[in-house]
């Protein structure tokens, strides 16, 4: 070959390397923009999402902030023991009946002397929650001895007069535009420059039952009602749970049956919730009878809607053990049962643990399953066992939206802050388990 001819192969030998070149980093150049573009599109929806959940945690706690306090007002309260117990006898069953809210209006009266109207009369009693005779007989109840004296006594306002002291009234709008008067709003200032007007903490929020009363209305009895629907979903589907997965998982012959079960459990994990309430509607209210709105029933049924949860994550949990754990136990002379529950079990339970903790914070969130049978009831009085009559959280919430009121309004999204409080305790709860007692193979 001659020289020109090594020179020109050499040359298109370059032409085509540095092409290749080109080529090769016109294509990376793509790659990498690709990758940054899916980089930004990634954090967008992240911070998107972070967004749109914030304004929800904002709107939620804006609206519901200030159920945590209630608006309270002074009275001079003179308990007439003509009015009382004209006898004199200090009868419980007397003082019981006694006519507490005429001491209320003569108190306002007392307080407002130029009110003279019918109407406006009946505009001044408004201005104290019907509530109110209830803590009287309260005190009268307990300190008998108060009868005949003056006191001056903290009562909750109504729920119109809690809107205006709290500013979610506007005091701008004309008069026929908004649920107070302006002569209302006069007694209340006047009131307030008398000291006799306070925010204070809303105790009975988290003591007393439902109410139609936006003033009077809380979520004790909802809690307690979610305490005792817990409990039995906790005794019933943490040991039905655990030992499901121990028996598919360490015991059952590997078959079509067993296939079966662990098909038909992973596919009862996503049936929505509504279904296992009409399962409980049909079987354990309809057939075997059990009470309606009763925790026993809830608990029932959101045991079978949280055993798939437990039985899946306890069955992960279980894999996790490491086979040199089995084969050391049953190297030294271990049965097969000794193995399981001294050995391996021990290493799984904070998994199981983490798994029963996550499905029964799913079960404190639900409320479908729990409207079918019966659970969104009115009830009034705080349960006693799991066979009072009670409602739960998620339908205390459900119950209250539905109502017109603007302070049902902020006792709904007060109480969205209690479930949320729980929910989160939980899942942190579950985290610290894992954090505390994971074990690295």
Known sequence: MSCANIVNS??????????????????????????????RMGLSAV??????????????????????????????I?????????????????????????????????????????QDKKELYRLISNGGSFRLREMVLDDPAIIGTTRDVWLSADDDIDMLVKGHIDRNLTE???RVKDSVIAWIDQLDQQGAVDLAFNAGFFTSGDSREPEQAGIGGAIMGSIYTLLVTLVLSFPIGVAAAIYLEEFAPQNRWTDLIEVNINNLAAVPSIVFGLLGLAVFINFFGLPRSAPLV????????????????????????PPSIREAALGIGASRMQMVFHHVMPLAMPGMLTGTIIGMAQALGESAPL????????????????????????????LWADSPERAFVERTSAAIMVLLGFLIVMNLLAVILRKRFERRW
């Open 78 to 118: 003179s308990f007439d023991e003509q009015l009382l117990d004209p006898s004199g006898e200090r009868n419980p069953k007397v003082l019981s009946s006694a006519d507490y809210n005429g001491l209320i209006k003569n108190a306002l009266r007392q307080a407002f002397p130029a009110v003279q109207s019918r």
């Open 371 to 398: 409207l079918m049978i019966g659970m969104v009831a009115f009830i009034v009085d705080i349960p006693g066992g799991p066979l009072d009559p009670s409602t739960v959280l998620p339908v205390q919430i459900f």
């Open 298 to 321: 809830g608990g029932l049924v959101l045991t079978l809607m949280t055993l798939p949860t437990i039985i899946i994550a306890s069955r992960a949990a279980l894999k996790s053990v």
């Open 176 to 178: 026929d535009d908004r």
């Open 10 to 39: 050499m040359n298109d030998s370059n032409t085509n390397g540095s092409t290749t070149v080109e080529k090769v980093n016109a294509s990376l150049k793509r790659r990498y923009a690709r990758e940054r573009r899916f980089r």
């Open 47 to 76: 911070m998107l999402g972070l967004a749109f959940v914030s304004l929800l945690f904002l709107s939620i706690i804006g609206n519901g902030y200030s159920a945590f306090q209630q608006t309270k007002v002074r009275l001079a």
